[in-house]
């Protein structure tokens, strides 16, 4: 079945921890994203990829990074968790940045408890 | 600043129709975009607004002023299956959306 594939699905992390989360997408999309979602608060954007190779900015980079290194993948890493990065973090894709409806195609979520 | 306001819960009946609110204020506009979220799941795409008016697609409409910044999401014939979040989303630029708290819908019988 096409879509998003996301893992680990649950974790806990110690604070200081390094930590990578997954995301691969099978409908070769060229647009990817990396959300996360708090109790109150809408869906905020960490990071973006308009394609292979490149990546940006988006409302909450602090403390994350991402790579790009095929269509395909587009891994999260958090360098040395806090607490405040305890969060449910969506994987998304789209076939373009911003094209037409510039639907969103989500994983099924990574929660995330930094202790 | 950006802003997208949404009631945070709502109750209906099965089988009644309810209307989910949204306003917005974004530094720009390039359309307006509901998603459902049932509990520990991911968001689906449910409709896109770019022009005023209504969309409507089977029993889920969207309507849109964009002069008024305002939206809203019509759900007819309520099934208990409904019982989800409502993320209403707001495309102020090229790709960044803007993205409301959502609004649980809980269904009763």
């Known amino acids: 079945i096409a879509g998003i594939t996301q893992a680990p699905t649950s974790q806990i992390l110690a604070a200081g921890r390094r930590m990578t989360l997954r995301c691969t997408q099978d409908?070769?999309?060229?647009?990817m994203y990396w959300y996360r979602q708090d109790l109150g608060l809408g869906l905020r954007l960490i990071h973006y990829?308009?394609?292979?190779?490149?990546?940006g900015k988006g409302e909450v980079p602090d403390g994350y990074s991402v790579s790009r290194a095929n269509t395909d993948d587009f891994p999260l890493t958090l360098a040395s968790a806090v607490p405040s990065q305890t969060s449910v973090y969506f994987c998304?894709?789209?076939?373009?940045?911003?094209?037409?409806?510039?639907?969103?195609?989500f994983g099924e979520g990574s929660r995330l408890t930094v202790l | 600043g950006q802003n997208i306001d949404q009631p945070t819960e709502m109750t209906a009946t099965e089988g009644a129709i309810v209307q989910i609110n949204c306003t917005y204020q974004t530094s720009g506009f390039n359309g307006l975009f509901w998603y459902q979220q049932h509990a520990g799941e991911a968001p689906t795409f449910l409709s896109y607004?770019?022009l005023d008016g209504l969309e409507e697609k089977g029993r889920f409409s969207s309507f849109l002023s964009r002069s008024k910044g305002y939206s809203y999401l019509l759900l007819k014939e309520l099934q208990m299956k409904d019982s989800a979040s409502y993320l209403c989303?707001?495309?102020?630029?090229?790709?960044?959306?803007?993205w409301g708290a959502g609004t649980k819908l809980i269904i009763k019988p």
């Open positions: 990829s308009n394609t292979a190779g490149t990546t």
């Open positions: 998304a894709s789209s076939e373009r940045l911003a094209e037409g409806t510039g639907e969103l195609f």
């Open positions: 409908m070769r999309h060229n647009a």
């Open positions: 607004n770019v």
């Open positions: 989303a707001v495309r102020d630029g090229d790709y960044q959306l803007i």
